[in-house]
């Protein structure tokens, strides 16, 4: 059924599997601090997990950005279409959310203060 040579390639497989969770875990775990910024410029830091509320002066009033054990989200901002609100809850580095209209966006990053492991800009719409 399996010649020796399968049977070498499956325990390979199995054992290189094995030894690579915990690099996986490591490059997909959530983050550990938060960046808020206003126009570009970072206001605060602030460590992901806290239970609180934080209120945000941005462009055309104040945004509310809500933290907890499951992430960060907007609870309340003084924008028209509310996308940021709808946009829902982050918490894994590298994720961002925005409040296009009130300038404010909320980036989780990792203890060593870079965001998405050193990767810039995607790409840019408009």
Known sequence: MFTRADKILIVALIVVSALSYPAIRHFFSGGTFVSIEVSGEERRVVRLGLDKEITVPGKIGDSVIRFDEKGVRFVDSPCVDKNCIEAG??????????????????????????????????FITR
């Not at 296009?100 to 990053?109: C, K, L, P, S």
């Open 89 to 122: 809850r982050i918490k894994k580095e590298g994720e961002v959310l925005r409040c296009e209209a009130n300038d404010v966006t909320v980036r989780i990053i990792g203890a060593n203060g870079k965001s998405a492991k050193g990767r810039g800009i995607d």
